[in-house]
């Protein structure tokens, strides 16, 4: 797992795999913030978990090396990207193609790509006056934000919508999708056909 943040999406899928709904573990959680409450989230529970700083890693490159190298230490076969803000490496990716979740609060490919995480998200929904929003998993590619959808869920936009009020709804559906993608993951059954994931 891969946070930047709170961690409530972390949190959701330590209580799915507690609750034995997913066939899998959490093995990591990596942060590239020390003060992510993610990581203090991991700790209560057991899970290894660590900050890597992009800072004292001295590049981009070599940031995503050590999380690279983090990840296979650790044996993780599938990576999930919860709240996690830098854009993935690609050395990361081509190690783990069709192999990395990531869950973005909007429906992709509306209002995403570089620059559209957290409350923009949210702010660029109701500046354009869309009717209803919602949450994406999607596998991670080279672009941001492109790779195979994996689960949508949508949530209405209501009159008097903040940015703060819509991302609360957004993020009740995040927790359902996130632990559900995971879930069909580790039972073998999403299949990749180029662009599609079929549910099987
Ligand atoms: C939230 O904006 C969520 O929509 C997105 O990442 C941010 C933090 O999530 N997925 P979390 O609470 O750290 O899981």
Same mark, same amino acid.
């Given at each position: 797992? $891969?946070?930047? =943040?709170?961690g409530t999406n972390l949190q959701a899928l330590i209580d799915a795999v507690e609750a034995g709904t997913i066939d899998g573990q959490i093995v990591l959680v990596l942060a590239n913030a020390s003060k992510a409450y993610a $990581?203090? !989230?991991? !700790?209560?529970h057991g899970i290894p978990a660590a900050f890597v700083s992009k800072k004292q890693a001295g590049s981009d490159e070599a940031f995503n090396d050590v999380i690279l190298d983090k990840l !296979?230490?650790?044996g993780a076969e599938l990576v999930v990207l919860a709240g996690y803000l830098p854009i993935v490496g690609r050395q990361i990716v081509r190690a783990y193609e069709h192999r990395i979740i990531n869950i973005h609060p909007a429906l992709i490919p509306a209002f995403c790509g570089p620059g559209m995480y =957290?409350?923009?998200?949210?702010?660029?929904v109701l500046a354009y006056g869309a009717k209803i929003s919602g949450a994406t998993t999607h596998f991670v590619d080279e672009q941001v934000d492109h790779g195979g959808v994996i689960l949508q869920r949508s949530v209405p936009v209501l009159e008097g919508d903040t940015p703060e009020t819509l991302a609360a709804r957004v993020l009740t559906v995040e927790h359902e999708i996130l632990p559900e993608s995971?879930? $069909?993951f580790c039972a073998g059954k999403l299949g990749v056909d180029g662009r599609h994931v079929h549910v099987l």
């Open positions: 797992m $891969l946070c930047s =943040g709170g $990581l203090e !989230r991991a !700790r209560q !296979r230490a650790a =957290g409350h923009h998200v949210h702010e660029a995971v879930r $069909l």
